[in-house]
């Protein structure tokens, strides 16, 4: 027997796409936070990981030893944070994909010409929410590499401590502290360094399939053919921007302290 689908059975598949995109979306900043306080055992939130982390931060500096203890708490709530919103945001980036083709394709097969502005507008204006998401996934994986550097920026730059570890950055005093911050350091930014070369090739492959579905699509199918071949004409501009981040980074990891310097100066990670 052959199975056929039905209009009612794709809109019920279009409905599912539509319903998981809105609930990730909803997931991806919610979650996280919630899950984070439970799982890590800290009972810590966002709203309190500045007192949390100058307090451990000034401990730590102060102990002169290599163990980040004093810190602990504040990295393992981030750590969570981070898997959290980066599992979450990979399941909606995956959902996304259809979610885009459905639209799109509507837009290219749409009879009337109400239906095919809207479908337009919906999908122009949905069109950056993957990219973002993508951003979003290689930020959080990198957090959950290196997550004692990514809890820092919530470390206040007026303390005692920060000073000090201004003061051996220039120096080049190496204490234990500053020797494990400038490792942990450049593992944060080898971790973007290794996402951003994921991102390029799934944003290649993605472009190559753009085109050899295109290829694919009878020449009489117009409007699909259009849109497809937009797709692959937008989708490698992203590539620009990810090969930017990515010698960026790979700057900051063949020469760390002047990096870490800066952002202990304020000029952010």
Known sequence: MT?????????????VCFTLAGALT?????????????ASGTHLSVAALPGAVASG???????????????????????????????????????????GQRVWTAFARARS?????????VGVLGAPIAPVVLLVVMA??????????????????????????????????MTPPLA???DDFRRYHAALVVTAVAAIIVVVAGTVAIWVQRARTRKSDRHLRRVLAGGGILLPGMLLFLGIVLLANLSTVSDTAPALAAFFDGSGM
């Open 113 to 121: 010409r109400g239906r095919r502005v809207g479908l337009f507008l």
């Open 26 to 38: 909803i997931a991806v900043v919610v979650w996280p936070a919630a899950i984070a306080g439970w």
């Open 3 to 15: 199975m056929t689908n039905t209009p009612a059975t794709v809109d019920r598949r279009g409905v």
């Open 57 to 99: 931060f000034a401990q730590w500096v102060g102990s002169g030893r290599t163990s980040s203890s004093p810190l602990a708490a504040a990295v393992s709530y981030w750590t969570v944070f981070h898997v959290v919103k980066a599992i979450v945001a990979v399941a909606l980036l995956v959902v996304l994909v259809p979610v």
């Open 140 to 173: 959080n994986v990198q957090g959950a590499v290196a997550p004692l550097s990514s809890v820092l920026n919530f470390l206040p730059m007026d303390g005692t401590s920060v000073l000090q570890v201004r003061g051996e950055l220039a120096s080049g005093t």
């Open 180 to 182: 494990a911050l400038i």
